[in-house]
C-alpha cells in the first residue's frame, strides 16, 4: 500500500556543502528575529525562521554542537520533495555518511540527533508546509560511499582517496571492504586552497576573487573568467595536487602501481592537474557520497528483505536446515487432508518447528516445556499470524507464478548513476547487489 511504503535519501552532510542525489547547496544556516519578507530558502522550524544555504558556515568541531545540521536535513527533505523524488507526507530512511574512524563514538549520536523527538516531524520550507517521518538512519563511510556501484568488481587492494572540503581521507580498501587500521586523515582541504586563492589574488590584483567564483571554477575548471585570474586558480590548484600526490607517497603509497580511485569536491583538480595511469580513475560528481549512501541503504534494505521473504514466505521457512523436515511434513500433511483449514496447519508448523529447534537436547526441551504449553501457544501465534500468513503466502505464489524460470543473475553490478530514478527500495529479484561480505561489514557498522 502506498502509504507503507519507504523512500531512501541520501544526504551528504558536508563542511561547505550539503548534497543529496539531485541537490547541492551550501551549508550555511542564519536565524531570522522575524519573518523574512522572501521565502526562498526559508525555513520555519519549531516557530523560529531560518535561511538556508545562502552562504557557508564556519567548520564546526562537531557537527552535533547545535542543530544546524538537523535543520540543512529538513531542507534537504525538502528539496527532494520539490524535484518530486519523495511525496510530501513519506515515509523516509536516510542514509548518512561519517569518517569511518568516528563510527564507534558518533554514529549513535548523530542517528539519534537525526531522529529526534517525535515522529512525523512537520516544518515549513519557502511557504510550504512539509510533513516526513523518519524511520531510521543508516550510516555508511564516507568516501566508501562513493564508490558503491563499484564494489562488485572491487577485486584486491584499492585507495579510495577523498579530496574534501576540510580533510583528505584516504580509505584502504580490499575485497570491497576497508580495512581500517589503513585508513588515514590529513588536514590539507580544498578550504585551504579557495583561501590561498583569496589571498594571492588580493595580493596581486588587490581584488579577492569570491568563494563563489573559486568554487565555481574548481567544479566545473573553467569558465568565462579573465585569464589572469584563472591563471591564479590553477596555479594554486597544481600545487594542492602536487601536495595530494606528496602526501600519498610519504605514506607508502606507489601512484605508479597502486590502483587509485580520487573521490570529492577535489576529484577534478586531481584529474586536471595530477599524473595519469591506468591504474587511476576518477568519481567527479560532488553529489558521489549522497547517491552512495542512497543505493547502500536501499541495498541493504532490499537484502534484508530478502531474507525476511525466505524466511517468511514459503510456510514458515527459517532458514535452517532442520526447516527442510518440517516442510516435508507438512507437506505431506497436506496431501493426505490432516488439517481441516489453514489456522491448523500454522498451528503445526509451530510446533513442528519448535520440536526441531530442542529435538536434539531432551533437557532443554523438557526445561522449555515444563514453562510453555506449546499448543496453547501454537493457537495464539497461529491466530495472531494468520492474516499476515496469508497475504505472504499469495504474494509468494504470485511470485513463483510470474517467475516460475528467473533469470540468472548478471555478473556486473549495475551502475546507480546511470540507473532510473526510484527512491523505494524495489530492486527487482535478479539484480545483483553488494557482495556479502560488504552487505555484512555495512551491516555491522549500523548494528546497535
Given at each position: ?10 544526504i ?28 526562498a ?54 542514509g ?94 580544498m ?13 596581486v ?10 568554487t ?85 534494505a ?44 500454522i ?26 504449553d ?14 499476515e ?22 555478473s ?5 548513476h ?8 524495489s ?22
Amino acid at each position: 500500500m502506498e502509504e507503507k511504503r519507504i523512500y531512501y535519501v541520501g544526504i551528504d552532510h558536508g563542511n561547505h556543502l550539503m548534497k543529496t542525489s539531485n541537490h547541492v547547496f551550501e551549508n550555511g544556516v542564519e536565524r531570522q528575529a522575524v519573518k523574512p519578507t522572501f521565502q526562498a530558502n526559508t525555513l520555519v522550524y519549531d516557530g523560529a525562521f531560518y535561511k538556508i544555504g545562502e552562504k557557508r558556515n564556519s567548520v564546526k568541531d562537531s557537527k552535533l554542537a547545535d542543530d544546524d545540521y538537523y535543520l540543512l536535513t529538513l531542507a534537504a527533505l525538502a528539496k527532494e520533495c520539490q524535484s518530486g523524488n519523495i511525496p510530501n507526507g513519506a515515509r523516509v530512511v536516510l542514509g548518512v555518511g561519517l569518517p569511518l574512524k568516528q563510527f564507534a563514538t558518533v554514529r549513535k549520536q548523530f542517528v539519534k540527533y537525526l531522529k529526534r523527538g517525535s515522529q512525523p516531524v512537520h516544518f515549513k520550507f519557502e511557504d510550504v508546509a512539509y510533513e516526513f517521518t523518519i524511520e531510521n538512519v543508516l550510516a555508511f563511510p564516507q568516501c566508501y560511499a562513493a564508490v558503491a556501484d563499484r564494489l562488485g568488481s572491487m577485486k584486491g587492494e584499492h585507495l579510495i582517496v577523498d579530496v574534501g572540503s576540510w580533510t583528505i581521507d584516504i580509505m584502504h580498501v580490499k575485497d570491497g571492504v576497508p580495512v581500517e587500521s589503513k585508513c588515514e586523515t590529513f588536514t590539507e582541504s580544498m578550504i585551504s586552497v579557495i583561501q590561498e586563492i583569496k589571498s594571492r589574488s588580493s595580493g596581486v590584483f588587490g581584488k579577492e576573487i569570491s568563494e563563489n567564483v573559486i568554487t565555481d571554477y574548481i567544479s566545473n575548471l573553467g569558465g568565462n573568467y579573465p585569464e589572469k585570474y584563472a591563471r591564479i586558480m590553477d596555479e594554486a590548484l597544481e600545487k594542492f595536487v602536487s601536495r595530494v600526490e606528496g602526501i600519498l607517497k610519504e605514506n607508502g603509497h606507489d601512484t605508479e602501481f597502486t590502483n587509485i580511485i580520487y573521490v570529492g569536491g577535489g576529484a577534478k583538480a586531481m584529474e586536471r592537474f595530477g599524473k595519469h595511469g591506468d591504474n587511476i580513475s576518477y568519481v567527479t560528481d560532488v553529489r558521489a557520497n549522497a547517491k552512495g549512501y542512497e543505493f547502500l541503504a536501499k541495498q541493504m534494505a532490499h537484502m534484508v528483505m530478502g531474507f525476511r521473504e525466505r524466511r517468511l514466505g514459503c510456510r514458515l521457512y527459517m532458514d535452517r536446515q532442520s526447516d527442510a523436515n518440517i516442510l516435508k511434513k507438512l507437506d505431506r500433511m497436506l496431501v493426505d487432508g490432516s488439517f481441516l483449514n489453514q489456522t491448523e496447519l500454522i498451528k503445526r508448523g509451530i510446533e513442528l518447528a519448535y520440536e526441531e529447534a530442542y529435538g536434539e537436547a531432551e533437557e532443554v526441551k523438557a526445561s522449555h516445556r515444563q514453562e510453555i504449553d506449546v499448543k496453547k501457544f501454537a493457537e495464539e501465534v497461529a491466530r495472531a499470524l494468520k492474516p499476515e500468513m496469508e497475504k505472504l503466502m499469495a504474494e509468494c505464489e504470485a511470485r513463483v507464478a510470474a517467475t516460475e524460470t528467473p533469470a540468472p543473475p548478471t555478473s556486473a553490478l549495475a551502475s546507480m548513476h546511470d540507473a532510473p530514478k526510484d527512491n523505494t527500495a524495489s530492486v527487482t529479484d535478479d539484480e545483483v547487489i553488494i557482495p556479502s561480505q560488504t552487505f555484512n561489514f555495512l551491516k555491522g557498522l549500523n548494528d546497535d
